[in-house]
């Protein structure tokens, strides 16, 4: 008897709660785990400086699910900002439209740089994107030939390259750092090693030509890491030789047991990434629902908060995690364009 | 014997007479029986050797999370800084908005003899300090503005890596580039050590802060809160529910290919991997129902679907177990069959019945796969208030520290997984001593 009294209670309980859920007074943000971090700080410092508002909740999930949960549509029960390591697509801009979520506000943040290194006790490395691209690419050009990569080591590829064998741990293909480890360096080091040609000449369509230039070797000297750097790391503690792909602000937090590999010549820094110099990095992210501004409070008071100098200045607490701060001129427009409520 | 004298031929007579020795493979069925005990012994030596090895790496990695580094400085919480305009009484946001690490920093520089006019200095004295010293100053100006004017001793919060560097898991050996803490830091945090300013504190920040992208003030608040909610809400739904289900099938239900097929499905059901019960959820509770997203009504609602089947198919063996001569007594003695059920079964049953449920609940404590679908695996940093706030829950936040970049958050992801291991601990002690205390043998 009790538990059916309990269970009636419950059922009770859980209507009740039902009721309640129609209002939201807490900013509701998710999306890239590059993202996150300067999420989770800005979001903090938010809810410390602004006391009126409660800290907003950052969930992870990746660019993709972020923005997949970011255009199921509009109302409180759906999230207000998406955060992405990558521009939103016209495919992903049309899945919103036709959920309803017509007017989306981007802004951007900074820019991220993609890292190369190796375990703290190794050599200075240099690489260069055709050497990268000989290494890691599934067919290499050798004798004017297109073939399946036949090197082993990385001194096989660049006799100034240590005579060890080939271990690169790369994000996987879900990660927004792998599209940016494609297009600025495989596909560079394609076109820099003839292979490109050597593909345009077998292959007509330029889709194919294009998605050959960037096929990783599958024969397990190249591991793609699905989970996030904490794994890369590990993966090179395990191989001293092996070189990971990180992202600039946690190789920083990382630097007692890392060294990073100069790429073009150029060592990965923030002045340099800021310069255009260093040339793997990419620009991140945030969308926001311009229907939510107004009515989620605090929505507005974060955007501004988070585009404010004191968050993504180069002096901010997200340039001391690492982030690359935009340029002065960038971030006056990134400010404009958001108070002008330019939508995409 | 001895005396006895034996012709050859009565010996060669007796000889033939013993029976044959039969060959029965004793030999043979003993060393096939030790062997199997080694088999048994070594299963075991291996379990335990891995239990080992996995128990010394999280302990040796995560007891430094139980301890916090925190300078204790006298600190002039001075007018000049916090409300430079004595605007305080007319407006209350200057107490809010007022430059706390300002204050803190001062204060810092005055022990350790920094000229405030060296700002390459005072920046890295700043660096000592972490940031949450903002809310920790201002919760105590705001509680008691008389100490504005005044000189108090505060244990301040280290900064994470100045706590990395004092408890040894910076590598002080490298470049003082490649490290997050300077030489100078590291001078002053000495210096600071042995005075005594500095030192390890227990950190009871670990259970009651909230989840913090700054390691030193980041604690598990806001998931052991979550998951007590769940807890609470996969107990007070699924036990009757489960029970109910279970009484009916087993003593009222008519044995048919229907109420079959209902066996099979809950055996079934107990098996599903967990995340379907998220997307479930998320169909369900978050899309269908409107519950808000990432609170731990749908996490508690999500994880009681998934631990129903455990505790209906515990429910049913334990009523299974209770003989049918008590049942047959009772209905004997005149007793209508729900008294039966209730006054007699039930509670023979209970011990079994609530053994499955704690090992259920232990389970559903140990779940994050279908709690990434509504939304719990996120940064909270305000502890909830009620079950419909966002939350997240322990394993959960055990995640979320695996993937932080920070030294200072590798001992914390260990420290909590001691934690959960303990409450895991103590459940399974629990279902253990009411099984002791209940159980009762025919």
Same mark, same amino acid.
């Given at each position: 008897?009790?538990?059916?009294?309990?269970?009636?209670?419950?059922?009770?309980?859980?209507?009740?709660?039902?009721?309640?859920?129609?209002?939201?007074?807490?900013?509701?943000?998710?999306?890239?785990?590059?993202?996150?971090?300067?999420?989770?700080?800005?979001?903090?410092?938010?809810?410390?400086?602004?006391?009126?508002?409660?800290?907003?909740?950052?969930?992870?999930?990746?660019?993709?699910?972020?923005?997949?949960?970011?255009?199921?549509?509009?109302?409180?029960?759906?999230?207000?900002?998406?955060?992405?390591?990558?521009?939103?697509?016209?495919?992903?801009?049309?899945?919103?439209?036709?959920?309803?979520?017509?007017?989306?506000?981007?802004?951007?943040?900074?820019?991220?740089?993609?890292?190369?290194?190796?375990?703290?006790?190794?050599?200075?490395?240099?690489?260069?994107?055709?050497?990268?691209?000989?290494?890691?690419?599934?067919?290499?050009?050798?004798?004017?030939?297109?073939?399946?990569?036949?090197?082993?080591?990385?001194?096989?590829?660049?006799?100034?390259?240590?005579?060890?064998?080939?271990?690169?741990?790369?994000?996987?293909?879900?990660?927004?750092?792998?599209?940016?480890?494609?297009?600025?360096?495989?596909?560079?080091?394609?076109?820099?090693?003839?292979?490109?040609?050597?593909?345009?000449?077998?292959?007509?369509?330029?889709?194919?030509?294009?998605?050959?230039?960037?096929?990783?070797?599958?024969?397990?000297?190249?591991?793609?890491?699905?989970?996030?750097?904490?794994?890369?790391?590990?993966?090179?503690?395990?191989?001293?030789?092996?070189?990971?792909?990180?992202?600039?602000?946690?190789?920083?937090?990382?630097?007692?047991?890392?060294?990073?590999?100069?790429?073009?010549?150029?060592?990965?820094?923030?002045?340099?990434?800021?310069?255009?110099?260093?040339?793997?990095?990419?620009?991140?992210?945030?969308?926001?629902?311009?229907?939510?501004?107004?009515?989620?409070?605090?929505?507005?008071?974060?955007?501004?908060?988070?585009?404010?100098?004191?968050?993504?200045?180069?002096?901010?607490?997200?340039?001391?995690?690492?982030?690359?701060?935009?340029?002065?001129?960038?971030?006056?427009?990134?400010?404009?364009?958001?108070?002008?409520?330019?939508?995409? | 014997?001895?005396?006895?004298?034996?012709?050859?031929?009565?010996?060669?007579?007796?000889?033939?007479?013993?029976?044959?020795?039969?060959?029965?493979?004793?030999?043979?069925?003993?060393?096939?029986?030790?062997?199997?005990?080694?088999?048994?012994?070594?299963?075991?030596?291996?379990?335990?050797?891995?239990?080992?090895?996995? &128990?010394?790496?999280?302990?040796?990695?995560?007891?430094?999370?139980?301890?916090?580094?925190?300078?204790?400085?006298?600190?002039?919480?001075?007018?000049?800084?916090?409300?430079?305009?004595?605007?305080?009484?007319?407006?209350?946001?200057?107490?809010?908005?007022?430059?706390?690490?300002?204050?803190?920093?001062?204060?810092?520089?005055?022990?350790?003899?920094?000229?405030?006019?060296?700002?390459?200095?005072?920046?890295?004295?700043?660096?000592?300090?972490?940031?949450?010293?903002?809310?920790?100053?201002?919760?105590?100006?705001?509680?008691?503005?008389?100490?504005?004017?005044?000189?108090?001793?505060?244990?301040? &919060?280290?900064?994470?890596?100045?706590?990395?560097?004092?408890?040894?898991?910076?590598?002080?050996?490298?470049?003082?580039?490649?490290?997050?803490?300077?030489?100078?830091?590291?001078?002053?945090?000495?210096?600071?050590?042995?005075?005594?300013?500095?030192?390890?504190?227990?950190?009871?920040?670990?259970?009651?802060?909230?989840?913090?992208?700054?390691?030193?003030?980041?604690?598990?608040?806001?998931?052991?809160?979550?998951?007590?909610?769940?807890?609470?809400?996969? &107990?007070?739904?699924?036990?009757?529910?489960?029970?109910?289900?279970?009484?009916? &099938?087993?003593?009222?239900?008519?044995?048919?290919?229907?109420?079959?097929?209902?066996?099979?499905?809950?055996?079934?059901?107990?098996?599903?991997?967990?995340?379907?019960?998220?997307?479930?959820?998320?169909?369900?509770?978050?899309?269908?129902?409107?519950?808000?997203?990432?609170?731990?009504?749908?996490?508690?609602?999500?994880?009681?679907?998934?631990?129903?089947?455990?505790?209906?198919?515990?429910?049913?063996?334990?009523?299974?177990?209770?003989?049918?001569?008590?049942?047959?007594?009772?209905?004997?003695?005149?007793?209508?069959?729900?008294?039966?059920?209730?006054?007699?079964?039930?509670?023979?049953?209970?011990?079994?019945?609530?053994?499955?449920?704690?090992?259920?609940?232990?389970?559903?404590?140990?779940?994050?796969?279908?709690?990434?679908?509504?939304?719990?695996?996120?940064?909270?940093?305000?502890?909830?208030?009620?079950?419909?706030?966002?939350?997240?829950?322990?394993?959960?936040?055990?995640?979320?520290?695996?993937?932080?970049?920070?030294?200072?958050?590798?001992?914390?992801?260990?420290?909590?997984?001691?934690?959960?291991?303990?409450?895991?601990?103590?459940?399974?002690?629990?279902?253990?001593?009411?099984?002791?205390?209940?159980?009762?043998?025919?």
């Amino acid at each position: 008897m009790t538990s059916l009294k309990l269970t009636v209670a419950a059922l009770v309980a859980s209507a009740a709660f039902a009721g309640a859920a129609a209002a939201r007074d807490q900013i509701q943000i998710a999306g890239s785990s590059t993202v996150l971090p300067y999420a989770k700080i800005v979001a903090e410092s938010f809810g410390e400086t602004l006391p009126d508002f409660k800290t907003p909740v950052v969930e992870s999930g990746g660019s993709s699910g972020g923005l997949k949960e970011f255009c199921k549509g509009v109302g409180p029960d759906t999230i207000d900002i998406a955060n992405s390591s990558r521009p939103i697509k016209d495919s992903e801009i049309e899945a919103c439209k036709a959920a309803g979520v017509t007017e989306i506000q981007e802004v951007k943040i900074g820019y991220d740089g993609i890292v190369f290194a190796t375990d703290a006790g190794n050599a200075d490395l240099a690489l260069e994107p055709k050497d990268l691209y000989q290494a890691l690419a599934a067919e290499v050009v050798v004798d004017g030939k297109l073939v399946a990569n036949p090197y082993r080591k990385w001194s096989d590829v660049n006799p100034a390259l240590p005579d060890a064998e080939i271990a690169a741990y790369i994000p996987g293909e879900k990660h927004g750092t792998r599209e940016v480890f494609e297009e600025k360096i495989l596909a560079h080091g394609c076109k820099d090693s003839g292979a490109q040609d050597a593909i345009k000449a077998l292959v007509a369509d330029e889709k194919e030509q294009a998605s050959k230039c960037i096929a990783v070797r599958k024969d397990g000297l190249a591991v793609d890491i699905d989970g996030d750097y904490t794994e890369t790391l590990a993966r090179i503690d395990a191989n001293k030789s092996g070189i990971g792909v990180f992202g600039l602000s946690f190789y920083e937090n990382n630097a007692d047991k890392l060294k990073v590999a100069t790429v073009s010549g150029v060592a990965p820094s923030t002045e340099t990434i800021a310069s255009g110099e260093y040339p793997v990095s990419r620009p991140l992210f945030f969308y926001v629902k311009k229907a939510h501004l107004g009515v989620i409070p605090g929505l507005k008071d974060y955007v501004e908060f988070f585009t404010s100098d004191d968050m993504i200045g180069p002096d901010g607490p997200l340039a001391e995690y690492g982030l690359v701060a935009a340029p002065d001129a960038e971030r006056e427009e990134i400010r404009k364009s958001f108070e002008a409520g330019n939508i995409m | 014997m001895s005396q006895v004298t034996t012709s050859p031929a009565t010996a060669a007579f007796k000889a033939s007479v013993r029976p044959e020795r039969r060959d029965i493979g004793l030999r043979r069925r003993y060393a096939s029986e030790r062997r199997f005990r080694l088999y048994g012994l070594a299963a075991i030596a291996f379990g335990l050797l891995f239990l080992f090895l996995l &128990l010394s790496s999280v302990v040796s990695k995560g007891y430094t999370a139980f301890l916090q580094t925190k300078i204790t400085i006298p600190v002039e919480f001075s007018e000049q800084v916090i409300d430079k305009d004595g605007e305080r009484a007319t407006d209350p946001k200057v107490l809010m908005t007022a430059n706390y690490p300002v204050v803190a920093r001062n204060a810092l520089a005055k022990v350790l003899g920094v000229d405030p006019g060296d700002r390459a200095a005072m920046r890295e004295v700043g660096g000592m300090i972490s940031d949450s010293v903002r809310v920790q100053l201002r919760d105590l100006v705001v509680a008691d503005p008389s100490v504005i004017g005044r000189t108090v001793d505060v244990a301040i &919060l280290a900064h994470g890596n100045v706590d990395s560097a004092y408890k040894g898991q910076i590598d002080l050996g490298v470049d003082e580039k490649n490290r997050k803490v300077s030489d100078r830091q590291v001078g002053w945090m000495n210096q600071l050590a042995e005075t005594g300013a500095l030192a390890g504190h227990f950190n009871t920040g670990l259970f009651t802060n909230g989840a913090s992208s700054r390691p030193e003030a980041a604690g598990l608040g806001v998931a052991l809160v979550g998951s007590l909610y769940m807890m609470l809400i996969v &107990l007070v739904l699924s036990l009757p529910i489960g029970v109910a289900a279970s009484i009916y &099938l087993e003593e009222f239900a008519p044995k048919n290919r229907f109420t079959d097929l209902i066996e099979v499905n809950i055996n079934n059901l107990a098996a599903v991997p967990s995340i379907v019960y998220g997307l479930l959820g998320l169909a369900v509770f978050v899309n269908f129902a409107g519950f808000p997203r990432s609170a731990a009504l749908v996490g508690g609602l999500v994880l009681t679907l998934m631990t129903l089947p455990t505790i209906i198919i515990a429910t049913r063996a334990a009523l299974k177990a209770v003989p049918p001569s008590i049942r047959a007594a009772a209905l004997g003695l005149g007793a209508s069959n729900m008294q039966t059920v209730f006054h007699h079964v039930l509670p023979l049953a209970m011990p079994g019945i609530l053994t499955g449920t704690i090992i259920g609940l232990a389970h559903a404590l140990g779940e994050t796969a279908p709690l990434l679908l509504i939304g719990m695996v996120a940064f909270v940093a305000d502890v909830p208030a009620t079950p419909l706030d966002p939350a997240t829950a322990l394993p959960v936040q055990i995640y979320m520290w695996a993937n932080e970049a920070e030294r200072a958050f590798v001992e914390r992801t260990s420290g909590a997984i001691i934690v959960l291991l303990i409450f895991l601990i103590l459940m399974n002690v629990g279902a253990i001593l009411l099984r002791r205390r209940f159980e009762r043998r025919w």
